[in-house]
């Protein structure tokens, strides 16, 4: 590490000292702290300044001692009575974890969801598919003996691909694989045969824009996480229009291809020409920079038979543990049932659905009765931007201070960590006293934010939301592909999620008083 380098966690405990007055206040303070970040405390400062060095340092050293260095102090907010409550959970989540991990319960979750991926398959909004999942689902729920299992009306997208192929004719004949994007236009019947702009950024084709016209863009963007790379998905096929191409192709989002395309939705905007748009292999997509790049023509001839229809009636599928002591208030588990039109949704969402299923099923299984109301919901339309949750949420926004926390797994079922948690700092602490139930699979993590479709406007307006941290190493290899299917589960893995999901939704709903805002 270089002199101008100071570590971050030790700078911020630094500011930290500095903003509570243990280095003094002022121009003097400030000035110090800033000649610390840039390497440049000398003998100019003198002795004195020596010592409020090492002043701070040790007072950081002990506020910082056995927790990680965040500046975050919530842990020790929460009361003794708060934590032995917490501590009296212990017993009940070691049965939760024996029989979700080891007891009769071992492996259902995932024997639920092969069934129910092998008979259903993928379920794309307003599709025949998606229908049945939910009949599927309401009957299955209803079978266990839920409570107040129903069916809450929304309005869907409803876009069908179609017939469609892309075949390379120049410099010789190849057949590219591609998966249409969500909401694409589709080609003229007779297809769209055009030269290829090969680019590597939106900066790239901004500064060709003028090759650009009557051309079909290739974007062969480099991978660098799945949030800053799918802007190119999203936003691609407008700004290739906005310079006049005809068509768009997008390197898929993923950073492994055994040439598998990754399809997903995309944006149109109101005052620029709609023009077709899929998304392309990795291999397809540097295959033609290659040529490109020495000089050599590519032309493709692309059709697309993608169809849009009027919105199309799709519903939220409910259940419930009512509460025993206060059952207008709600802990919400949930997961989305539908998916693209590719794989078997087993992993996006059918794993997380069904851990949701599964954390009712268990705590019923185990005759428990928490004082809160435990709701599951299975979201519709997720994959189109949360148009179900989001109608949802409309719909029940009006008891906003009865939902003591949403929970959503929707980033796979892999071995998991933790929890992404947002809420308040006393919150943090409970959940962090919570984790510790969990030491027994050593799944005890609290991160900073929770992530979720469809709980964030939940999460926006205030109300606590935590969502499944897991193994997202090989996530995005399969992610709205035509490898997202029941291969790619692990039962021991939903197995430890589906105990983790458990225990956490169990305790919070039967605690005495709701997580603090």
Not at 145 to 158: A, F, I, S
Not at 361 to 375: E, F, N, V, Y
């Amino acid at each position: 590490m270089g002199r101008s380098q100071l570590p971050s966690p030790l700078l911020l405990g630094l500011r930290e000292l500095l903003a509570v007055g243990s280095l003094g206040r002022g121009k003097k303070a400030r000035h110090w702290l800033c000649d610390f970040q840039g390497g440049q405390l000398s003998k100019r400062k003198g002795r004195k300044m020596k010592c409020l060095f090492l002043i701070a340092v040790i007072q950081l050293l002990l506020q910082c001692t056995g927790k990680p260095l965040s500046g975050d102090d919530s842990y020790q907010k929460i009361s003794e009575d708060v934590k032995r409550e917490i501590a009296g959970y212990s017993d009940i989540a070691k049965a939760i974890i024996n029989l979700a991990v080891y007891g009769n319960a071992k492996n259902r979750s995932y024997e639920r969801l092969a069934l129910f991926a092998d008979t259903v398959g993928p379920r794309l909004s307003g599709s025949k598919n998606l229908d049945v999942a939910i009949e599927y689902m309401f009957s299955a729920l209803q079978e266990e003996g839920l409570e107040n299992v129903h069916l809450e009306p929304v309005k869907v997208p409803h876009w069908e691909r179609g017939e469609e192929f892309a075949l390379m004719l120049a410099p010789r004949s190849h057949s590219i694989s591609i998966l249409g994007l969500g909401s694409s236009v589709p080609t003229p019947p007779e297809g769209i045969t055009a030269e290829v702009l090969v680019v590597s950024s939106f900066d790239e084709l901004y500064k060709r824009a003028e090759e650009a016209k009557g051309k079909i863009v290739v974007y062969n963007q480099p991978y660098i996480s799945y949030g800053e790379t799918v802007r190119y998905r999203a936003q691609g096929a407008v700004e290739a229009a906005k310079a006049g191409a005809v068509a768009s192709l997008i390197r898929s989002i993923t950073s492994f291809s055994i040439n598998s395309p990754h399809t997903g939705w995309q944006y149109y905007q109101s005052n620029v020409p709609k023009i077709p748009t899929a998304c392309i292999s990795v291999e397809d997509a540097e295959m033609m920079a290659r040529i490109s790049s020495r000089g050599t023509k590519v032309i493709i001839k692309l059709k697309m038979g993608a169809k849009t229809y009027p919105d199309a009636c799709s519903f939220n599928t409910v259940a419930e543990i009512v509460g025993s002591k206060y059952p207008d208030q709600v802990v919400l588990v949930s997961g989305h049932l539908d998916s693209w039109d590719v794989g078997q949704g087993a992993m996006d969402d059918g794993g997380g659905a069904f851990i949701s299923w599964e954390a009712l099923s268990l705590i019923k299984d185990l005759g428990l009765c928490p004082k809160r109301t435990l709701r599951l919901v299975l979201w519709t339309g997720e994959e189109q931007g949360g148009v179900g949750a989001e109608q949802y949420y409309q719909l029940h926004k009006g008891n906003i201070s009865n939902f003591d926390i949403v929970m959503e797994s929707d980033e796979g079922t892999f071995m998991p960590s933790g929890l992404g948690f947002t809420g308040s700092d006393k919150a943090r602490g409970i959940m962090k006293e919570i984790m510790q139930l969990l030491q027994p699979i050593n799944v005890t993590n609290i991160y900073e934010s929770s992530g979720g479709t469809d709980i964030d406007y939940w999460v926006k307006d205030g109300v606590p939301g935590a969502s499944l941290r897991d193994d997202l190493s090989k996530y995005f290899w399969f992610h709205h592909s035509q490898g997202d299917t029941m291969t790619v589960q692990d039962p021991s893995q939903m197995n430890l999620c589906a105990a983790v999901w458990t225990v956490v939704s169990y305790v919070i709903a039967d605690m005495e008083e709701m997580l603090p805002r």
